[in-house]
């Protein structure tokens, strides 16, 4: 069980940003970052795919927080390709960790998120903090350039994504050592699918 969800706004470096919080009953264990797919196409932070991710991760005993990109919903601004998101999402987490200081931290993105996360991490990086874990879902590889992740990163793809060919997904984890989890006919979407895509999780941070 989860509460009800509360929504806020940050003031950004573009105007105000929407963000929504998810607490689970008890004492939130970690924070937990959700990150939306592209904004131009589209992409909210109510995307089911977000939104199953989210509730997962609340589930879990986790503070989940997730934002509107620039310009969607309630977000001021217009689409950044990457740069400004990127510092948003930092200041979404410096608010995070600031209401439940001493919390390891999760990022989790689905298709344009893990671009967003993967350069939030590499920042992270250079600055000796990094999360503690990150999952990947549909994976933005061989459309960005993605950095190198965490070794105990969970990366999510379905075998029938349209927009992201899996086989780009494996030459970039490849490099890295990283298992990917398939999911078998899965689309971009993961229609009819989530539920495994829940369980993957679960399976993973329980």
Known sequence: MTRPTQFFFLNGAAGNIECALDLPQTEPIGIALVAHPHPL????????VVQTIDRTFA??????????????GRSQGRHDEGRGETDDMALLLHYMMQQ???RPVVLSGFSFGTYILGKLYARLSAEA????????VSVTAGKWDLPSVPPNTIV???ESDELIRLS???????????PVFVIPDGDHLFNGKLHHLRNIIVDAFR
């Open 41 to 48: 196409y589209g992409g909210t932070m109510d995307n089911k």
């Open 100 to 102: 439940y200081p001493g």
């Open 156 to 158: 999510i793809h379905g």
């Open 129 to 136: 903090a990094p999360p503690a874990r990150m999952v990947l």
């Open 168 to 178: 780009d997904v494996l030459d970039w984890a490849r490099p890295q050592d990283l």
């Open 59 to 72: 589930s879990l005993g986790y503070a989940v927080a997730r934002m509107n990109f620039r310009g969607v």
